[in-house]
């Protein structure tokens, strides 16, 4: 019995040891199996988001070379080649003006909006800073009173900037407009040329007052204020803009830019930049829009050729006022409403910085006289805060 017992504890631990050994396999393939298993997962996801990522990227260089690409700042980005087909390739009879930056075509785009194409000279660092500080800055700016930039294009040597058409081009040619090579009267009247110098006055002061830090505008003048086809303005070029500096009464140190005729003194002399040279440039303008003559013109009698230090002396005489006059506009004006323009001119020319108004006291001195203009679109536009610190 004893014998027996004793047979069947050796056949019952030899049992157990044969299932703990199985089980332990069994284990043990499992983990492997899993690992095995686990590690597949890991090479499959691989593979899988590289292929992924191949198809981003392809979609986006296929997006680049097809159509725009709208950037953060809601700007499009043109290839060459869409521009060269906009363009009629660049034509000659779709050039439109000729100014620093430099050649600027008509052209209509794709889906039909009519654009102006600004091709940069090659030559010049000077225009590659301007290309780069107007795409940043005009991209970031909102108002009905500046001129849209819709996009631009950047590859390899060619740069050009795309803005929205003007139909009846810069103030300047309609205030000496040529024909043939023989001068022709102007077409504006004098309640036209007062909404421009609002709007005008408007888009500068969204530059100076609405921005965080100001934008000092460095060459506003005649043919930077652009018409479209009724006739409202709206001010353009901001390639020779920096960013004012954010205290108050602060300035930008820089080399002087801008245009013959109407930069302030100070900033000629000593390159002092304040938004008070801009109101000195706007002053100049106004000036344009009374006399109908350019800012300087050396061909006229000793005492002339300068438009500011010409009229400025007449401007604060009523009497002499009516002899500044754009012959043009043939009296066809309120003595009243000139007295109040020219009082305006001439506090803007003051050669004292200091004393020259403000673009917002401008706008609020304008409007009382402008029976039409636009208002403006509310709410459309985020705020700008710029980040970047003036330029030196
Ligand atoms: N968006 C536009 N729509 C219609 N015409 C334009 C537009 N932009 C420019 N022009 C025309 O091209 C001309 C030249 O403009 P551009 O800005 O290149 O030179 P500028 O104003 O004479 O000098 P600067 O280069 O110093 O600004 C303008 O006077 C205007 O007639
Ligand atoms: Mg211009």
């Known amino acids: 019995m004893e014998a027996?017992?004793?047979?069947?504890?050796?056949?019952?631990?030899?049992?157990?040891?044969?299932?703990l050994v199985f089980a332990s396999v069994a284990i043990a393939s499992l983990f492997v199996t899993f690992s095995y298993y686990c590690y597949l997962r890991y090479k499959l996801s691989k593979r899988f988001n590289t292929h992924k990522k191949g198809i981003n990227n392809e979609e986006k260089t296929s997006k680049l070379v097809n159509i725009q690409v709208k950037t953060e700042k809601g700007?499009?980005?043109?290839?060459?080649?869409?521009?060269?087909?906009?363009?009629?390739?660049?034509?000659?009879?779709?050039?439109?003006?000729?100014?620093?930056?430099?050649?600027?075509?008509r052209g209509?785009?794709?889906?039909?909006?009519?654009?102006?194409?600004?091709?940069?000279?090659?030559?010049?660092?000077?225009?590659?800073?301007?290309?780069?500080?107007?795409?940043?800055?005009?991209?970031?700016?909102?108002s009905p009173y500046l001129l849209s930039l819709i996009g631009y294009s950047s590859e390899s040597n060619h740069k050009l900037l795309v803005y929205e058409f003007m139909a009846n081009g810069g103030l300047q040619e309609h205030l000496y407009p040529i024909s043939g090579n023989k001068t022709v009267s102007s077409d504006l009247n004098w309640e036209t040329r007062l909404?421009?110098?609002?709007?005008?006055?408007?888009?500068?002061?969204?530059?100076?007052?609405?921005i965080s830090p100001p934008i000092i505008h460095r060459d506003f003048k005649s043919s930077n204020?652009?018409?479209?086809?009724n006739f409202h303005a709206k001010v353009s070029d901001f390639g020779l803009a920096?960013?004012?500096?954010?205290?108050?009464?602060?300035?930008?140190?820089?080399?002087?830019?801008g245009t013959q005729g109407y930069v302030a003194p100070e900033y000629a002399l000593t390159g002092h930049l304040t938004t008070k040279s801009d109101v000195y440039s706007y002053g100049v303008v106004l000036l344009e829009l009374l006399t109908?003559?350019?800012?300087?013109?050396?061909?006229?009698?000793?005492?002339?050729?300068?438009?500011?230090?010409?009229?400025?002396?007449?401007?604060?005489?009523?009497?002499?006022?009516?002899?500044?006059m754009d012959p043009a506009l043939e009296g066809q004006y309120s003595m009243k409403e000139v007295i109040q323009v020219a009082a305006i001119a001439a506090m803007c020319v003051q050669p004292e910085a200091?004393?020259?108004?403000?673009?917002?006291?401008?706008?609020?001195?304008?409007?009382?006289?402008?029976?039409?203009?636009?208002?403006?679109?509310?709410?459309?536009?985020?705020s700008f805060q710029a980040t970047q610190s003036p330029k030196a």
């Open 242 to 257: 920096k960013l004012g500096s954010e205290k108050a009464g602060g300035h930008v140190s820089t080399r002087v830019l």
């Open 4 to 19: 027996e017992n004793e047979d069947y504890k050796k056949e019952e631990h030899r049992v157990l040891t044969t299932i």
């Open 108 to 142: 209509v785009l794709q889906n039909g909006k009519k654009i102006a194409v600004k091709l940069m000279d090659q030559a010049g660092k000077q225009g590659e800073d301007e290309f780069t500080a107007e795409v940043e800055l005009l991209g970031r700016l909102c």
């Open 195 to 210: 909404r421009i110098a609002l709007e005008a006055a408007k888009g500068l002061e969204y530059l100076h007052e609405h």
């Open 75 to 105: 700007l499009q980005i043109f290839t060459f080649k869409q521009l060269h087909s906009a363009t009629g390739g660049f034509a000659k009879s779709n050039v439109i003006g000729h100014g620093a930056f430099g050649l600027v075509y």
């Open 354 to 382: 200091d004393y020259r108004p403000l673009m917002a006291d401008v706008v609020q001195s304008l409007v009382p006289l402008v029976k039409l203009h636009r208002s403006s679109k509310p709410g459309s536009c985020p």
């Open 292 to 324: 109908g003559r350019v800012p300087v013109d050396m061909k006229r009698p000793a005492g002339e050729g300068v438009l500011v230090s010409w009229a400025l002396p007449q401007l604060t005489d009523r009497d002499k006022v009516v002899e500044i």
């Open 225 to 229: 204020i652009l018409l479209d086809k």
